[in-house]
């Protein structure tokens, strides 16, 4: 679990809670490998074999405000939790981005953070699709989206590190994400 500790940073509280028995809606499950059954507005995030439950406040689709004719967000999902006293966000976008000079660009995002301001810290996985090639520098085998969507459902699957992380990165961790959006 020190990986984990590294590429968590100020987010270490987390792998402290993993350290307990689970039971408190606060903590942590240890060493799992499966989501549990969700609900509508519910998620989980398996991040270095410890399972993070959260709540899903939004799924949105189309644009958001501020976007330009050439970038437009096409989905946001967001959702917050917490371990011990320690809060955490995640969000889960999809944009497209088009300058006029080839083709269309899809970049895809998968953030936990938790602090705000200077003090804002976390982890992401990150996965852009240019000329029909999908690029993850923590992933370079990478061959699909990183967003699956069916019905409400949302998931995502990769490797987790600090923005701009590369394969190699001893601050890299595999993680999953599953949620329904709300109803």
């Known amino acids: 679990m020190p990986t984990v500790a590294r590429v968590l940073g100020v987010l270490a509280v987390l792998v402290v809670a993993a350290c307990g028995s689970g039971s408190s809606p606060h903590e942590p499950s240890t060493t799992t490998t499966t989501f549990p059954a969700l ?26 405000p501020g976007d330009t004719p050439q970038a437009r967000q096409q989905f946001r999902l967001t959702g ?4 011990g006293t320690l809060p955490f966000t995640i969000a889960v976008t999809r944009y497209t981005s088009d300058t006029g000079v080839g083709g269309t660009t899809v970049t895809e995002t998968a953030l936990v953070t938790t602090g705000s301001g200077d003090a804002r810290r976390g982890v992401e996985a990150k996965r852009t699709r240019v000329g ?3 690029i993850d520098l ?26 701009g992380a590369r394969v190699g990165d001893p601050d890299i961790v595999i993680g999953r994400l599953r ?3 709300p109803t």
């Open 132 to 134: 029909g090639r999908w």
């Open 138 to 163: 923590a992933q370079p085998n990478a061959d699909r989206p990183l967003i699956e969507r069916v019905g409400a459902t949302v998931a995502v699957g990769a490797r987790f590190g600090p923005e």
């Open 179 to 181: 949620a329904r959006c």
């Open 39 to 64: 609900e509508g507005g519910e998620g989980a995030l398996l991040l270095g074999g410890s399972l993070y439950r959260f709540t899903v406040g939004r799924c949105t689709d189309g644009s958001a």
């Open 80 to 83: 917050a939790g917490q371990v």
